[in-house]
Structures are given as structure tokens and as C-alpha cells.
């Protein structure tokens, strides 16, 4: 740990890149997911379908994903936020959709004789029960994120990678091991915060 006591400023502003990169792909993933994830378990015909689609884009190789994006987007962290998204919203989407599946049917039957609107049963009901679920989703979304946006340095685009890249390239261990290290506790913290908010939410 050499490295982060002689160069803190420089592990600081990396580690900041790295945390922007995965609250902004993740508050755009949920805010895609949010929708898409209602269709899918609503809908019979669309729901197979858009989870397909992101099927097939979960399974592309992140660098390869990363090398396909490069040419329509550019160098830089709009490609690598657009590659997190894309990454994020099939881990989303399924526990959006799971979790509004899981809401009992004699509460949104209870809500519709109050007389609630569908608009009204589904974020004072439905969304209360389902959010657990989505909660666990977004968990396991933003350690997938911590894990893959070391791959944006590759791409010019920052955060802790830079420090594993340039000390792959540059024989020097102690630079890779610190981003390594720091990425690896950011994932820990994200799982620790998140499963006490799932803790909170559920009691």
C-alpha cells in the first residue's frame, strides 16, 4: 500500500470517477428498468420479448460490447456509462418484474375496492410490496457495476481501472493491487448498505 500513501490524491479522484460512473449507469438502468419491468409482468407477449433481447446483450463479453460501442459513440465515459446501462438493466428488469409478480392478488384486489385507480394500487400497493425485491435487484446491479466499470479505463474513460491498467502495463504491482482493493471494498460497501435497506424496508 506504498502506492495510496504516497499518492492519495490520485487514488481519491480515480475513486470518484469510479463511484459517478456507477451512480449515474444506475440511475438511468433503474430508470429504464422501472417500466420495462411493469411490461414484462404484465404482458405475456412483450415481457418474453424484452427479456430476450436483454438476454442476448447480457451475454456479449464486456469488452467486446465495449469494442462494438466504440465506433457509433466514441472514446470516453458516455460508452462506458452506456455499456453499464446495458448491463445493469437485465439483473433490474427481471427483479422489477419478479417482484410485482410476487405482490399478492387479494391486495391489488383489496385496492381496487377502495376504489383506488391502477395508477393509485400500484405505488401505494404493488410497489411497496415489490420493492424488497427490486431493492435485492439494484444490490446485486451496482456490485455487478463496481466490478465491471474497472473496464472503462480501456476506453479512456477513468475510475479505479486506471490504476489496474497502468500497473498491468507498467510492472507495477502496488498501483494495480490499490484499485484492485479499493474496488473490491466499494462492492463489499454497496452489498452491506443495500442489504440493510432491504432489512429496513421489509420490517
Do not use: K
Not at 90 to 102: D, H, P, Q, S, T
Not at 173 to 180: D, N, T
Amino acid at each position: 500500500m506504498t502506492f495510496l500513501q504516497h499518492h492519495p490524491g490520485e487514488v481519491a479522484r480515480h475513486t470518484l470517477e469510479h463511484v459517478e460512473l456507477v451512480l449515474i449507469a444506475l440511475l438511468v438502468a433503474c430508470a429504464i428498468a422501472l417500466p420495462l419491468g411493469i411490461v414484462v409482468a404484465r404482458s405475456r407477449r412483450a415481457g418474453p420479448a424484452i427479456l430476450g433481447v436483454l438476454n442476448v446483450l447480457y451475454t456479449i463479453p464486456s469488452l467486446a460490447l465495449l469494442a462494438l460501442l466504440v465506433p457509433l459513440f466514441g472514446i470516453g465515459t458516455a460508452t462506458a456509462l452506456i455499456a453499464l446501462v446495458v448491463y445493469a438493466l437485465m439483473i433490474l428488469v427481471r427483479n422489477v418484474a419478479a417482484g410485482l409478480r410476487g405482490v399478492p392478488f387479494a391486495l391489488i384486489d383489496a385496492a381496487r375496492g377502495l376504489g383506488m385507480s391502477p395508477w393509485q394500487s400500484f405505488w401505494r400497493v404493488q410497489f411497496p410490496q415489490a420493492l424488497p425485491v427490486m431493492l435485492g435487484g439494484a444490490r446485486l446491479a451496482t456490485i455487478t457495476l463496481i466490478a465491471l466499470a474497472t473496464l472503462a479505463s480501456w476506453i479512456n474513460a477513468g475510475g479505479l481501472g486506471t490504476l489496474v491498467l497502468y500497473g498491468l502495463q507498467h510492472d507495477d504491482p502496488s498501483r494495480a493491487l490499490v484499485g484492485s482493493a479499493i474496488a473490491a471494498l466499494l462492492a463489499i460497501g454497496a452489498d452491506f448498505g443495500f442489504r440493510r435497506l432491504e432489512r429496513l424496508v421489509r420490517s
